[in-house]
């Protein structure tokens, strides 16, 4: 007998999708919308947090800039407390400036001063920076001055001299000149500015309006800085409590 080629079993001629995947795989349109969906889900996965992370950032913005406002009004009426009618220089609905003694630093002296004299005898004038303004009072005037260099523990030294007699005893405190001013950055954006001995920076930021009124004694508004006994500062913001005011009793 004849040795003839074997012939293939119909059977082993199977689809080419069938061979790849078997019966019971996936086809490939399958898999590409497979693929589609979880590419949707993904990306609505993904919307969904960004559109979380932004609330979240808006509140904590939110929260930030209340906190601001609270901290800053706090200082501005801390500060403004120490004021007095006498030591404000301009009193205007956008800025105030005055004269406070904010560090309460104070000395007495221990000796005569003398005019022409520029060292003066202190019982404590350490920790009073070089260049602040300090001023001297006797029982029936006061000089201001200005110091050329850090205080020691024992004495002062001034820019210039005495220009009147002292008496031992005469009291010496630190003049800060404090300075609160609204002011809008290059973007239009309004700022409570503070400045104190020259070093400005910002106290309360992003508002809308900055509105200082003052008030005499008898609860009426006044533009003569001689009557003021109250001064009052409104804020506006875009938060939520959008609008703040603090109102300050000064020194008679």
Excluded at 151 to 177: D, K, W
């Amino acid at each position: 007998m004849s040795r003839g080629k074997s012939i293939p079993h119909p059977g082993w001629r199977q689809p080419v999708y069938e061979t790849l995947f078997g019966q019971s795989g996936f086809t490939m349109i399958e898999l590409i919308l497979s693929l589609a969906i979880g590419v949707t889900v993904l990306a609505a996965t993904l919307d969904i947090f960004t559109v979380a992370k932004t609330q979240a950032d808006k509140q904590f913005r939110s929260i930030r800039q209340q906190q601001d406002m609270r901290l800053g009004l706090e200082v501005f009426e801390q500060e403004v407390r120490l004021a007095t009618a006498e030591s404000i220089q301009i009193a205007d609905s956008d800025r105030i400036l005055f004269h406070a003694n904010l560090g309460a630093l104070r000395t007495n002296t221990t000796g005569t001063l003398l005019p022409g004299q520029s060292v003066i005898a202190v019982q404590d004038g350490s920790g009073w920076g070089v260049g602040k303004t300090i001023m001297i009072c006797g029982l029936s005037n006061c000089e201001s001055h200005r110091l050329a260099r850090a205080g020691q523990r024992n004495q002062l030294t001034l820019l210039e001299p005495i220009g009147a007699t002292f008496s031992a005893g005469a009291a010496v405190e630190v003049r800060n000149r404090v300075l609160y001013y609204a002011k809008r950055d290059e973007n239009g954006i309004m700022h409570l500015m503070r400045m104190v001995d020259g070093g400005a920076s910002v106290m309360i930021g992003h508002l809308m309006d900055i509105r200082l009124a003052y008030w005499d004694e008898m609860g009426k508004s006044t533009n003569a800085i001689s009557h003021v006994k109250r001064i009052v500062l409104e804020i506006h913001s875009d938060q939520p409590r959008s609008r703040m005011l603090r109102d300050v009793s000064i020194q008679s």
